[in-house]
C-alpha cells in the first residue's frame, strides 16, 4: 500500500468518476515506487465498483494519459506514473 501514490493521484489526477476510482485503487495497490501487480479484475471491479467493461475502459484511458504503464503483460504488471510531476535529472557517466 502507497500513501504517495493515493497523494498523488488525489491531488494531480486530472479525470473523476470511475477512472478516478480505479487510480485511487491502483495507487492504494501499489508499492512506494508506483509498481502494481493486477492479479485478478474482479478485487480491483469490487473496490472501484465498476463494471468490466468500465474497468477496460478506465485502464486504456489511465495508459493514453500517460498515468499508467504496462511493464509485463504476462505477469499483469504496471507501474503508475504522474506524467504532469517532477522527473529525475539523467545522471551525467
Known sequence: MSGVWSAV???H???GGGEYLLA???ADSADEM???TI???L???RFSRLTEAGFHRALAKMKAKGWLILIDAS???YQL???GGPRRKKQKK
Request: a negative charge; hydrophobic letters at 40%.
Open 81 to 83: 506514473r504522474n506524467p
Open 13 to 15: 489526477y486530472p479525470s
Open 9 to 11: 493521484v488525489m491531488e
Open 34 to 36: 508506483g509498481y502494481v
Open 24 to 26: 485511487l485503487v491502483l
Open 39 to 41: 492479479e485478478t479484475t
Open 43 to 45: 478485487e480491483f471491479l
Open 75 to 77: 505477469e499483469c504488471w
